[in-house]
Nanobody, 127 residues
Framework: QLRLVESGGGLVQPGGSLRLSCAAS????????IGWFRQAPGKEREGVSC????????NYADSVKGRFTISRDTAKNTVYLQMNSLTPEDTAIYYC????????????????????WGQGTQVTVSS
């Protein structure tokens, strides 16, 4: 069964770190670009980061560049999002999503092309 399951969210103080995981079932990472998205109350879902099906290309939103790192472990069929120097503005539900790749070297930073989504994991940054 095709499925993505996020984990690793929680409550963290400003300046802290979290590592989110996206575990993929019945899905080959080498055939799919994987994106991380987030949605805060009252705001549209926005792209955070993505990694191409080759694993060789990544993108980051300007708001997280230099603080977040996306990576993958193909043996474990899992994609990670390491989040450092967290601020209250990072508070949101974080989702991972898969897109069958039309190009092995690109990934989309908007949600439209992604056709498989996880259930989301809550990240709250607060004192």
């Amino acid at each position: 069964q095709l499925r993505l399951v996020e984990s690793g969210g929680g409550l963290v103080q400003p300046g802290g770190s979290l590592r989110l995981s996206c575990a993929a079932s019945a899905l080959a990472l080498n055939d799919n670009a994987i994106g991380w998205f987030r949605q805060a109350p009252g705001k549209e879902r926005e792209g955070v980061s993505c990694i191409s099906s080759s694993g060789g290309s990544t993108n980051y939103a300007d708001s997280v560049k230099g603080r977040f790192t996306i990576s993958r472990d193909t043996a474990k069929n899992t994609v990670y999002l390491q989040m450092n120097s967290l601020t209250p503005e990072d508070t949101a539900i974080y989702y991972c999503a898969a897109m069958r790749s039309r190009s092995r070297s690109v990934c989309a930073d908007f949600p439209g092309p992604y056709d498989l989504w996880g259930q989301g994991t809550q990240v709250t940054v607060s004192s």
